[in-house]
């Protein structure tokens, strides 16, 4: 594959930015600011197609809000970096600068004084402090421009999730290959880290091998513990495909027969994901559908037993808007991307979870995963 080729894969076309840029500048303007200065990190991945990290010289997009041509500030030694970007072929201004320079200043040039600028909430206080000082006044938080622009996925990115999630399914349909008795949790979880890669994501974001106990700990990552027969395992594992999207997908694997006691249990927490996800359509609160999963539970005497928000947001980030939790009236619409995956956890014992992807439909949704949910016995 050519250099230019590999770029190109690794984002989308450049159509798709400069529609994003356009609607960033026109939120930020409806927010009454005027311009959005975004440094590394998801949201300057989403508006340009940057990889950048975040160092301690300042990089930045500057998008004004009065449709003017964004610019991005960046160090001349990083310059090269930008070309994986559609920054080139965006037609932005591109301002670099070298040590002894005040990049501060630099942004400051671009923007009208007094101005209302905002700014992502991963900025750096090493860069919003003397940003502030530059600009006359502190910048606000961009949360909800940024919100309203990554919320609500475009047919590129709802492809990039597809891709994402087929990929991870294809890893769950491997475990057979590593995870029995008489393994480590860590040697399984080495296992899979690398079937993730070989299926084509460009890494292993994290993974969860979780066996009996260690099962009830929801954020259990991995140990020494061996696997044992009769284990109750919970596999979470994801991570991103190019350009960037994440999968993230959870499947309960039993090592022998289980218990009459677990698969009665199981089969609640199997209700409850499927209540889950029918209750997802346009126009339903997040909170409606943390409380479809939750009902389900508690109608069987488990509710104790469920102690974690019922979804998250996923995209360019693991975990971002929507959060399907109670208390988030949000109301769903077509687009919407995030994880359904209630769980039920018996401390000193075993847990279980069920975790797949949906994107909002115009009637419903799409699950991205399509492995099957039953407590696989191996």
Known sequence: ????????????????????????????????????????????????????????RLTCLVIPADGGTPAVVVPTLELAGLGESAVADLGLSVRDWVDGVDPYALVGSLLPTPGRTAVAEAMP???????????????????GVLR???????????????????AIDRVHARM????????????????????????????????IVGSGPHGADPHHEVSDRVIADGDVVVIDIGGPVAPGYNSD???????GEPTAEVAERFAALERAQRAAVDAVRPGVTAESVDA???????????????????GHG????????????????IE??????????????FRGSWGARIEDIVVVTADGCEPMNTRPHGLTAL
């Open 332 to 345: 769903l619409v077509a687009g919407m991307a995030f994880s359904i995956e209630p769980g039920i956890y």
């Open 148 to 166: 309203e622009l990554r919320m609500v996925k475009d047919a590129a990115e709802i492809d990039a999730l597809r891709r994402a999630g087929a």
């Open 125 to 143: 206080a090493l860069h919003v402090i003397p940003l502030s000082a530059a600009l006359g006044a502190p910048p606000v938080l961009a949360t």
């Open 249 to 255: 997908s959870t499947r309960t694997y039993s090592i």
């Open 176 to 207: 057979g290959e590593w995870l029995r008795a008489g393994r480590t949790e860590a040697a399984v979880a080495a296992d899979i880290a690398a079937a993730i890669v070989e299926e084509r994501h460009t890494a292993a974001e994290f993974v």
């Open 1 to 56: 594959m050519s250099a230019s080729s590999e770029s190109s894969a690794a984002r989308f076309p450049t159509a798709v930015y400069a529609d994003r840029l356009r609607r960033a500048a026109a939120l930020t303007a409806a927010a009454g600011l005027d311009a959005l200065l975004i440094t590394p990190g998801p949201d300057l991945k989403y508006l340009v197609g940057s990889g950048a990290a975040s160092f301690e």
């Open 292 to 310: 479809a999963a939750r009902d389900v539970l508690a109608g069987v005497g488990l509710a104790q037993a469920f102690v974690h928000r019922t």
């Open 314 to 329: 996923i995209g360019l980030s693991v975990h971002e808007e929507p959060y399907i939790v109670a208390g988030n009236r």
